[in-house]
């Protein structure tokens, strides 16, 4: 965690990283902890804040229990429903200019999307990029 983090980055960047997830969900911490440095840890989410529309109902959870404070777990229950649930989540937060490659996953190789608009997904703060994350970390900690 960065020294010149915020204290609810350091909080919330120690609770992502209590549990190891695998190399994948470690590329996230440390993509997310970019772009909140970036961001100079501004708690408020920038120009957006993640769209509610087509959440995961345990992300709303997550958010009024506190995000994780005072040791509140969020559970998904059955890991199969969530999964299809968070992709419909994650489909509709993508810029219309990204696409899916064969593999009807969003393509990554080339697509950097540099000077492109990213929409939703252009936010930070408490309300931004840490939702998703956690939303994955639910997601892991279920399969695990």
């Not at 992502?16 to 961001?39: I, P, Y």
């Not at 059955?78 to 490659?101: F, H, I, M, N």
């Amino acid at each position: 965690c960065p020294a010149k983090a915020a204290n609810w980055f350091v909080a919330a960047h120690a609770a992502m990283t209590k549990q190891e997830l695998g190399c994948h969900f470690d590329a996230a911490v440390v993509a997310w902890t970019r772009l909140e440095d970036v961001s100079r840890f501004e708690k408020k989410s920038g120009p957006n804040k993640l769209p509610t529309k087509e959440r995961p109902k345990q992300v709303g959870a997550w958010i009024m229990l506190g995000r994780g404070k005072a040791g509140a777990k969020t559970t998904v229950g059955d890991p199969g429903a969530y999964t299809v649930e968070w992709q419909g989540w994650w489909d509709s937060l993508q810029p219309e200019w990204r696409s899916k490659g064969v593999d009807r996953g969003w393509a990554t190789d080339g697509c950097s999307g540099r000077g492109e608009d990213w929409g939703p997904l252009y936010c930070w703060g408490v309300n931004g990029m840490l939702s998703l994350l956690a939303s994955l970390q639910f997601w892991g900690s279920a399969v695990q």
